[in-house]
């Protein structure tokens, strides 16, 4: 269709060319240089015009459709090439994910080798480093990697990784700081730059940071949740004050602390114990008091029955704890408490009455034999404190009630206001079985004990 076409077009330019020089039998003349002349039929120059202005288009053409046809044998050559990259690619990482560490990491390296800026293959390559504890290989290839796409995140995050696992701590924030300038509201680098800080013990770098995690926090749970690791850092920067002697400042920020969050456990015990250490001890009881009775939390407990004895007004605590069971007879551990004071106070039938009724109330936990032992010792029943001891000993767990993050399972000996496991704040108590029946209340006794 085209040559038939194009053969009709020159067919008809030659009809008008031919019938042009029909009607146009006159020459014209042309000097071409000097004497040197030319005569020729305006038709033939109306010709000759159009065929090499054609010449010039046929060239053009020749020139778009040459370049049209390398760029596309180039394209299909480089779709081939990265077809064949992929399937390569595609085989490393099936390797990969059988746990074949050594053939994977020999598949990236020979995509590297054909293909040095395959962006993906130093991604997934350093990372089996990483995985391997080769960091310092891994570093490496992330940076020869930042040389392709110096803005990619995943490869900055991943920088920021393995910064952190040679414990360069500096290089970490830099890269971090990196982003951020790009995206001040990447809270995820935020949280990272956060947690390093908190790595290092800087608390007052890690509260700026967190002020700006939860100014970027838009949804209302996680903004509640960030609210919450802020007051904590506010908290632990209190502490601070009270270790550097300024109990005024430290009470003042404490009560904020608890005016912004009365739940907020920590402050409420550090509180407490600024209040000690400024010589008011009733305020700090007061205090604990009532926190215990809003929270129930044991840490509340252990603070008042040191408070009591060391002021030797036992017959307070154990008031208290009469009073506390009579609102929670159920409460497990505060029975637990209750007897461990009674085996400190030398109270000991009534401690091992307490404990057997425990026992026989369904309640076992190792603790539990372990302060049973202890009265019998105290008592100066050895045959029977070495079988408690025995068989709490046959449970393998700590010697004492273990205070539990109630976010993340971590186990402490003594109760803290901040996890290092999750960077939780407030979470830790003790959880002890409860009783598959029901416990007898706790009789009145009147304790022959000084004030």
């Not at 990236?108 to 293909?115: D, G």
């Not at 890269?175 to 995820?188: G, Q, S």
Request: glycine fraction near 4%; charge should be neutral.
């Amino acid at each position: 269709m085209f040559s038939r076409t194009t053969f009709v077009i020159f067919c008809l330019v030659f009809i008008v060319f031919g019938y042009l020089f029909y009607l146009n039998p006159e020459e014209v003349v042309f000097t071409l240089y000097e004497d040197r002349f030319l005569s020729l039929s305006p038709a033939l120059i109306a010709f000759g015009a159009f065929v090499i202005g054609a010449f010039f288009v046929f060239l053009v053409t020749l020139f778009v459709d040459t370049k049209r046809a390398f760029l596309l044998w180039r394209s299909a050559k480089q779709l081939k090439r990265e077809e064949v990259l992929r399937e390569r690619y595609g085989q490393a990482l099936e390797q990969m994910m059988k746990g074949n560490i050594k053939q994977a990491k020999e598949a990236f390296a020979k995509i590297l080798e054909k293909e040095p800026r395959h962006f993906a293959s130093y991604l997934s390559l350093a990372n089996l480093h990483h995985l391997e504890g080769s960091c310092a290989e891994a570093i490496d290839l992330l940076i020869k990697a930042r040389a392709i796409d110096a803005e990619n995140l995943e490869l900055l995050f991943d920088l920021v990784k393995n910064y952190v696992a040679v414990n360069d701590y500096p290089l970490a924030v830099e890269t971090l700081n990196h982003i951020l300038d790009k995206d001040p509201a990447n809270r995820e680098a935020l949280r990272k730059k956060r947690d390093l800080f908190l790595k290092q013990g800087d608390w007052r770098e890690a509260y700026e940071a967190q002020k700006s995690v939860l100014k970027h926090s838009k949804e209302k749970e996680q903004a509640l949740a960030e609210e919450k690791i802020l007051l904590g850092m506010e908290y632990k920067l209190s502490q601070e004050l009270a270790q550097k002697g300024d109990f005024k400042g430290a009470e003042k920020a404490l009560r904020e602390i608890i005016k912004e969050d009365r739940d907020f456990i920590p402050a409420q015990v550090a509180l407490g114990d600024v209040l000690l250490r400024q010589g008011e001890p009733d305020d700090a009881g007061q205090l604990w008091l009532r926190a215990y009775e809003s929270t129930a939390n044991p840490v509340f407990l252990e603070r008042l029955e040191s408070l009591y004895l060391s002021m030797a007004n036992p017959k307070r605590i154990l008031q208290l704890y009469l009073d506390f069971l009579k609102k929670r007879p159920e409460n497990t551990a505060l029975r637990f408490f209750y007897s461990r004071l009674l085996v400190r106070l030398e109270m000991i039938d009534e401690a091992l009455e307490q404990l057997r009724e425990m026992e026989l109330s369904g309640i076992y936990f190792p603790e539990l034999s372990i302060l049973m032992g202890q009265a019998f010792h105290r008592r100066g029943d050895s045959v029977r404190a070495i079988e408690a001891y025995e068989k709490a000993l046959e449970s393998q767990k700590m010697r004492a009630p273990a205070y539990l993050c109630s976010a993340c399972g971590q186990a402490e000996p003594e109760w803290t206001g901040f996890c290092r496991s999750c960077h939780s704040w407030g979470t830790f108590s003790i959880s002890l079985p409860q009783a598959t029946q029901v416990v007898p209340a706790i009789p009145f006794y009147n304790y022959p004990l000084s004030p």
